[in-house]
């Protein structure tokens, strides 16, 4: 990972990046730009030339702007300017993401941090750098250029080591979880995912990890899991892993749909529909890397996360469409359609936490339903919960973060779509709605918890088709940044 270090004075100046940011006197479409007074006076004349460059350049200050001027035979030698906008936490996520992307073919760079900093913008700074660094391949060829090392340069470092050490963890995490879900399915099957989390955990002091295999599942009953599970040659998984500080008043409990391929089995979906479904299992990866991120930063709550994992596959062994199945703790699911798979592993999940490990607050993260993206667009999780506050605390959290999701409603006259005649449920209504009655098959499993569960349908965010800010091509990693800025609240 890009290595980001906070210093005091400079050490070495080859490529200077200093602050720009709207002048106070702009008006409209019409504005200048103007350097921020910076904390440590910036070297041999560049404040001047910076003053005077920048009207010259063009330059509106807006966040993520970049000008580059070349200073030949002096030092620095390239004086990048940045537009920091607002100089609020998503204007400074830009802003470093901006220049993460266009100073790639650099290895060093020094920024001049502005003179009033606030932790937040040193953050979001951080934050916007390190994850639009990331970058994944599979080749032998070497990896592409990425620049490798940054200086902030700052009145007070030791002030802001806390924050930076969040930032980092926060971007290592997502990193891990994009990692998992680009990762092809041919490698990551559920034992695999599984081994993942065990060596990841082993990283962190004081995490529980329990992995079910298949005979522990059917001994105990979870059903949906063995169905969804069974035309695999690659067996399910249940991975339950707890991180239970001390000082925890707060017992939160987080499942991740953990599909590892969707083929949609016997229901198979068609080419496009199947091409990213590797992706399935990004909610299993954002709940387990939130929970290491928990304990990384020994937030004071305690976090339990289950992942159900199974490879959805079409062969002999595969559920069909209109079996029954019988899920942990009893409840019923008549299968007309095997693509409608997701729910049926979420329901033992959120059984096996409603009746085994009775949390204050139950949120399950899923790449649930193409129908996100038809309501949403991509970029945006649906939110589904009955509680008000909850939904306000996560909504802020992601909002703060720089994750988008939006409040969805849970109507009350669709459940009669869910009524089966041989069954408790039917797990795959088609009346249109298509997120929302999915929303309100899983709320028949959470119990008592119903007023204190909270649902994130994020199949369309779990996957950008282009770089995007901070965000780039491929998996986003989408709800860790969310799940972190939230766990730290709880208690
Ligand atoms: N994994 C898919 C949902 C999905 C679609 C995620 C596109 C990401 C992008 C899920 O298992 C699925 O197939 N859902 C069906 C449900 C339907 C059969 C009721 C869907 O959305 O079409
Ligand atoms: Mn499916
Ligand atoms: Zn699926």
């Given amino acids: 990972m890009l290595a980001i270090r906070l210093i005091a004075e400079p050490e070495r100046a080859d490529v200077l990046v200093l602050p720009v940011r709207p002048a106070e006197q702009a008006v409209g479409d019409n504005t200048d730009a103007e350097p921020v007074p910076t904390a440590v006076a910036p070297p041999d004349g560049t404040a001047e030339e910076a003053a005077a460059l920048a009207p010259v350049a063009r330059l509106s200050g807006r966040a993520g702007e970049i000008r580059t001027q070349l200073r030949p035979g002096r030092t620095p030698g390239r004086l990048l300017l940045l537009g920091v906008g607002d100089g609020g936490e998503a204007s400074w996520r830009s802003a470093g993401a901006a220049l993460a992307r266009s100073a790639a073919d650099e290895t060093h760079v020094t920024i001049m941090l502005p003179a009033d900093v606030t932790p937040a913008a040193v953050r979001g700074l951080t934050e916007g750098l390190l994850l639009a660094s990331y970058r994944f391949r599979m080749t032998d060829a070497g990896t592409a250029p990425a620049l490798s090392e940054v200086d902030l340069l700052l009145a007070d470092p030791a002030a802001h080591e806390t924050t930076i050490a969040t930032a980092r963890t926060t971007a290592a995490m997502t990193h891990l979880a994009r990692d998992l879900t680009n990762t092809p399915s041919s490698v990551k099957n559920p034992e695999w995912f599984a081994d993942q989390v065990a060596s990841a955990a082993a990283d962190l002091p004081d995490l529980r990890l329990r992995v079910r295999g298949p005979a522990e599942l059917a001994a105990e009953g979870f059903g949906g899991i063995l169905a969804v599970g069974g035309g695999s040659a690659s067996g399910p998984r249940l991975v339950e892993l707890d991180w239970h500080p001390a000082d925890a008043r707060t017992h939160v409990v987080l499942i991740g749909k953990g599909i590892t391929f969707d083929t949609g089995g016997i229901s198979i979906k068609p080419v496009p529909a199947m091409k990213l479904m590797r992706k399935d299992m990004a909610g299993a990866a954002a709940v387990v890397a939130a929970t290491l991120g928990a304990a ?49 592993v979420l329901a033992d999940a959120l059984a096996y936490a409603v009746q085994q490990l009775a949390p204050d607050l139950l949120l399950d993260l899923a790449t649930l339903t193409g129908a996100n993206a038809v309501a949403l667009g991509k970029r945006t999780a649906a939110l589904y919960t009955e509680n008000d506050q909850l939904a306000a605390d996560v909504l802020a959290a992601a909002e703060a973060a720089g994750e988008a999701a939006w409040r969805m409603p849970l109507h009350t006259d669709y459940v009669e779509y869910l009524g089966s005649e041989i069954a408790d449920l039917y797990s795959a ?5 298509g997120s929302v009655l999915a929303a309100l098959y899983l709320r028949e499993f959470t119990g008592e918890l119903r007023d204190r569960w909270l649902h994130l ?29 939230w766990l730290a609240s709880v208690n």
């Fill in 457 to 485: 349908d994020m199949s369309a965010p779990s996957w950008a088709d282009g770089d995007q800010a901070e965000v780039s091509r491929g998996a986003t990693g989408w709800g860790v940044r969310s799940l972190l800025r």
């Fill in 296 to 344: 990384a930063l020994r937030l004071p709550v305690r976090v339990t996360t289950l992942a159900p994992l199974a490879e959805n596959m079409v062969s002999g062994s595969a559920f069909r469409p209109g079996d029954v199945i019988r899920h942990y703790g009893g409840t019923t699911s008549e299968t007309t359609n095997s693509d409608a798979e997701g729910r049926l």
């Fill in 429 to 433: 209504p088609t009346q249109g709605a």
